[in-house]
């Protein structure tokens, strides 16, 4: 069974970075897209960047453009969120999720991660 399990989350002050790991294990599946997507408490779960297997369709948020980048290493089937200058409002729970084709809305991937928890103290 596919599964797409997230790691690197953790506590951090306003300006410092993180660095978010998702990796997909088990069988090969169709998805060619990966989004990052975060959801804080009381909030809609909100998109933040994709990238597809072979490195292209890279977006981002405009909240997080600039600060945040989106890189793939296909040996490890692992894609990573590169997080710098980590604001308060940069707080959430950060899912990695797959779809066909990458998308900025979450109806459009059908394949979900745990989710790893990011939190930006002031």
């Known amino acids: 069974q596919v599964q797409l399990v997230e790691s690197g989350g953790g506590l951090v002050q306003t300006g410092g970075s993180l660095t978010l790991s998702c990796v997909a294990s088990?069988?090969?599946?169709?998805?060619?897209?990966v989004g990052w997507f975060r959801q804080a408490p009381g909030k809609e779960r909100e998109f933040v960047a994709s990238?597809?297997?072979?490195?292209?369709?890279?977006a981002f948020a405009d909240s997080v453009r600039g600060r945040f980048h989106v890189a793939v290493e296909n040996p490890a089937n692992t894609v990573y969120l590169q997080m710098t200058n980590l604001k308060p409002e940069d707080t959430a729970r950060y899912y990695c999720?797959?779809?066909?084709?990458?998308?900025?809305?979450?109806?459009?991937?059908?394949?979900w991660g745990q989710g790893t928890q990011v939190t930006v103290s002031s």
């Open positions: 999720a797959a779809a066909r084709v990458p998308g900025r809305t979450k109806e459009e991937y059908n394949l």
């Open positions: 088990g069988r090969t599946f169709s998805s060619d897209a």
């Open positions: 990238i597809t297997w072979g490195g292209s369709g890279i």
